[in-house]
């Protein structure tokens, strides 16, 4: 297996991810104060941020040269352990505490949790040799990536609407 073919797509997967969590982090800190007082709110923020960061981190490592697909996928299950706890420990608080209901559906943790799974089942074929671990994790990574950016969405709605309310 040749790693270098990979290397624009982690440049590009891992930039992008780097480039919205900063975003994300300047628009939440504009809104403070809404989305610590919200427990959905602030959870969701949790989970876009982790999840971001995580994707950054894998990409990171992937970009370590001289190493073996087997280390990259040692280091992406270990990376996507993480946040599949956290955006699964979060969906949980935020459905019991939780006052804003925008986007915390019960369709929307599965798909979230299933793009997870699915970068940690690429990871761990990936570490017993099977290349198609590579693909499988990789494709959950960018729809996972697509899924934080909708997160990052509800959560700025969901804000606005909280301060629509207040006035």
């Known amino acids: 297996m040749e790693l270098d073919r990979w290397q624009n797509f982690f440049i590009m997967v891992g930039g992008g991810a780097a480039a919205l969590a900063g975003l994300v982090f300047i628009a939440m800190s504009i809104n403070l104060s809404l989305i610590t007082r919200d427990a959905t709110h602030k959870n969701r923020a949790i989970a876009t941020l982790t999840g971001f960061t995580a994707v950054f981190m894998v990409c990171g490592f992937a970009l370590i040269g001289n190493q ?99 006035k």
Not at 68 to 77: A, D, K, N, Q, V
């Open 68 to 166: 073996s697909y087997r280390w990259i996928g040692l280091e992406w299950l270990l990376v996507s352990i993480v946040p599949t706890i956290t955006y699964i420990r979060v969906y949980i608080r935020a459905r019991k505490i939780g006052r804003s209901s925008v986007g915390l559906s019960i369709g929307r943790f599965i798909v979230g949790t299933t793009c997870y799974v699915a970068q940690i089942l690429g990871s761990a074929l990936l570490i017993s040799g099977y290349v198609a671990g590579l693909y499988l994790a990789s494709a959950a990574m960018v729809l996972s990536f697509a899924f934080f950016i909708s997160g990052a969405w509800l959560l700025i709605i969901g804000v606005y609407e909280d301060q629509g309310e207040k």
